[in-house]
């Protein structure tokens, strides 16, 4: 048995070896990277549909954040502020920003583990592991949301388990407020998500419901609020109005054109199958009726001042719903069509982080860096240049030959995590104290109800939705490891917490 006196004392201390070990890594890395040939790409500002157009952010923002109905207001929110703050330097300052969002994520990595005990030489390995892989690189030097999702997801579990410790409404307001955050950023994180955690917690810490119940209203009665003002502006109870169409990528997109044809002739489906959800305005003049102009420009253009179409017109809310009518008849009628979709969207959610269409050019400068950690670490053997390249294999060899080309040990390896850690929550042993058992299950709750939900409502891009779960999952690992360790007697079975009263494991 190896004693913990220098964890002990490397954790009673706020900057430790391996904080720094793994601060250090992040810089050196990121220099390295940079010398690479990774830049920050700023096009999504303009080229991505949940962004209002960038012209807006700089010119209208506010009467566009009050009528965006498409998506959640906060990114474009946050997008706004910059440019407007920056109109010709922006994409300067959003490195800035996101750089230094990484450090903040290192330190809530790191931060996060202490709390759970974990000894620092395998916080800080796990840390370096995750920070200086290309995906997370990638995604740092993306203007999307992904990076602010992995950050507020970490600071969620850290303020949760400062909630644990000492219950109070200041602490559950904070807690609360991390997760209105989320909400306000991505739609996958639904009401029914915050209602779910503040119901588990009243549960589990019935001595503070009071403080779940004043904690939590805020954030319900803001979330409500935005829905209400999107069920009497445009007839949607909701933060999202893209959900109809949305179904059509994983019912009527997944059918070829002769079952297509076939449903339509039989009455099953309306012709709107045979165009691509998401296509422009013009594809759907058949479709749609004609409605007055605004005077709102984010309501009124059919396309963004960058040139793809604005899903914020309120023609496309007629789309959604036949849209919706399809995908329903498609559940009902033809499920297989559907299947094809879900087995996609899970072969696609162990994919490393850099499989991802928006990484082409810049996977392609990394390499064999980015080959060897997709193979060391996701276990994936073979690489295809584009996802059409993997369609046309599954459409000229079958579906054994694409499993090379998955995450073969993020399968495995991710699955093992979920069990071990569904196992620790509901051991009788308890072999993880109060707080980090309750923050152990809001973890895995969360992975489980976004796993969900995109992987059985989205296909194409799960392992972009996968992304800032993959913190949690490095989190979990931490806590395997360690518990592997304990029991093989590699370190001391009592470790004191440093933030409570020592611990038996």
């Given at each position: 048995?190896?004693?913990?006196?220098?964890?002990?004392?490397?954790?009673?201390?706020?900057?430790?070896?391996g904080?720094?070990f793994?601060?250090?890594?992040?810089?050196?890395?990121?220099?390295?990277y940079?010398?690479?040939?990774?830049?920050?790409?700023?096009?999504?500002?303009?080229?991505?549909?949940?962004?209002?157009?960038?012209?807006?952010?700089?010119?209208?923002?506010?009467q566009?954040?009050?009528?965006?109905?498409?998506?959640?207001?906060?990114?474009?929110?946050?997008?706004?502020?910059?440019?407007?703050?920056?109109?010709?330097?922006?994409?300067?300052?959003?490195?800035?920003?996101?750089?230094?969002?990484?450090?903040?994520?290192?330190?809530?990595?790191?931060?996060?583990?202490?709390?759970?005990?974990?000894?620092?030489?395998?916080?800080?390995?796990?840390?370096?592991?995750?920070?200086?892989?290309?995906?997370?690189?990638?995604?740092?030097?993306?203007?999307?949301?992904?990076?602010p999702?992995?950050?507020?997801?970490?600071?969620?579990?850290?303020?949760?388990?400062?909630?644990?410790?000492?219950p109070?409404?200041?602490?559950?307001?904070?807690?609360?407020?991390?997760?209105?955050?989320?909400?306000?950023?991505?739609?996958?994180?639904h009401?029914?998500?915050?209602?779910?955690?503040?119901?588990?917690?009243?549960?589990?810490?019935?001595?503070?419901?009071?403080?779940?119940?004043?904690?939590?209203?805020?954030?319900l009665?803001?979330?409500?609020?935005?829905?209400?003002k999107?069920?009497?502006?445009?007839h949607?109870?909701?933060?999202?109005?893209?959900?109809?169409?949305?179904?059509?990528?994983?019912t009527?997109?997944?059918?070829t054109?002769?079952?297509?044809?076939?449903?339509?002739?039989?009455?099953?489906?309306?012709?709107?199958?045979?165009?691509?959800?998401?296509?422009?305005?013009?594809?759907?003049?058949?479709?749609?009726h004609p409605?007055p102009?605004?005077?709102?420009?984010?309501?009124?253009?059919?396309?963004?001042?960058?040139?793809?179409?604005?899903?914020n017109?309120?023609?496309?809310?007629?789309?959604?719903?036949?849209?919706?009518?399809?995908?329903?008849?498609?559940?009902?009628?033809?499920?297989?069509?559907y299947?094809?979709?879900?087995?996609?969207?899970?072969?696609?959610?162990?994919?490393?982080?850099?499989?991802?269409?928006?990484?082409?050019?810049?996977?392609?400068?990394l390499?064999?860096?980015?080959?060897?950690?997709?193979?060391?670490?996701?276990?994936?053997?073979?690489?295809?240049?584009?996802?059409?390249?993997?369609?046309?294999?599954?459409?000229?060899?079958?579906?054994?030959?694409?499993?090379?080309?998955?995450?073969?040990?993020?399968?495995?390896?991710?699955?093992?995590?979920?069990?071990?850690a569904?196992?620790?929550?509901?051991?009788?042993?308890?072999?993880?104290?109060?707080?980090?058992?309750t923050?152990?299950?809001?973890?895995?709750?969360?992975?489980?109800?976004?796993?969900?939900?995109?992987?059985?409502?989205?296909?194409?891009?799960?392992?972009?939705y996968?992304?800032?779960?993959?913190?949690?999952?490095?989190?979990?690992?931490?806590?395997?490891?360690?518990?592997?360790a304990?029991?093989?007697?590699?370190?001391?079975?009592?470790?004191?917490?440093?933030?409570?009263?020592p611990?038996?494991?």
């Open positions: 048995m190896v004693e913990t006196v220098a964890v002990k004392n490397a954790e009673s201390r706020l900057v430790s070896p904080i720094l793994a601060l250090a890594a992040f810089v050196i890395s990121r220099i390295l940079w010398h690479a040939g990774v830049r920050f790409d700023s096009s999504p500002i303009g080229n991505y549909w949940q962004n209002i157009d960038p012209v807006l952010m700089k010119t209208r923002l506010l566009s954040l009050f009528y965006l109905h498409m998506q959640p207001p906060g990114f474009s929110l946050a997008l706004g502020v910059v440019l407007k703050t920056f109109p010709t330097s922006y994409a300067v300052a959003l490195q800035v920003i996101y750089l230094i969002l990484g450090l903040a994520i290192t330190l809530c990595l790191m931060h996060l583990m202490r709390l759970f005990r974990v000894p620092e030489i395998v916080s800080a390995g796990l840390t370096t592991l995750f920070l200086i892989s290309p995906g997370c690189v990638m995604y740092e030097n993306l203007a999307s949301y992904e990076y999702i992995l950050l507020l997801l970490l600071l969620a579990a850290i303020a949760l388990y400062r909630f644990c410790q000492v109070s409404v200041r602490r559950a307001l904070m807690f609360f407020a991390i997760l209105f955050a989320l909400t306000m950023v991505r739609n996958i994180f009401i029914l998500f915050v209602l779910l955690i503040a119901a588990a917690l009243a549960t589990v810490m019935p001595r503070a419901r009071k403080a779940v119940f004043w904690g939590v209203l805020p954030a009665l803001l979330i409500l609020a935005l829905q209400t999107n069920w009497i502006l445009f949607s109870f909701t933060t999202s109005t893209w959900a109809g169409m949305n179904t059509g990528t994983t009527t997109f997944q059918l054109p002769d079952e297509a044809d076939r449903l339509i002739r039989q009455g099953v489906l309306t012709p709107l199958a045979r165009i691509r959800p998401f296509s422009s305005l013009k594809e759907y003049s058949a479709f749609i409605i102009a605004t005077g709102i420009p984010i309501l009124d253009q059919a396309e963004t001042s960058t040139g793809h179409p604005n899903f017109n309120p023609l496309y809310l007629q789309l959604h719903q036949l849209y919706f009518a399809n995908s329903k008849a498609v559940w009902l009628h033809y499920p297989q069509a299947a094809r979709a879900v087995a996609i969207a899970w072969f696609t959610y162990f994919l490393p982080a850099t499989d991802y269409e928006a990484f082409d050019a810049k996977r392609s400068i390499q064999p860096f980015d080959r060897m950690y997709s193979e060391v670490v996701f276990g994936q053997f073979r690489q295809a240049p584009t996802r059409k390249d993997l369609r046309a294999i599954r459409a000229s060899k079958g579906v054994l030959p694409l499993v090379p080309y998955t995450g073969i040990f993020a399968m495995i390896g991710l699955t093992v995590l979920m069990f071990w569904s196992r620790q929550l509901l051991s009788r042993q308890r072999p993880l104290g109060h707080p980090e058992h923050v152990l299950g809001f973890m895995v709750v969360t992975i489980l109800f976004c796993t969900t939900v995109s992987n059985f409502l989205a296909t194409f891009e799960n392992n972009r996968r992304f800032p779960l993959d913190g949690y999952y490095t989190v979990i690992a931490a806590l395997a490891i360690t518990s592997v304990r029991k093989r007697r590699l370190i001391d079975p009592v470790v004191e917490s440093p933030d409570a009263a611990v038996r494991a």
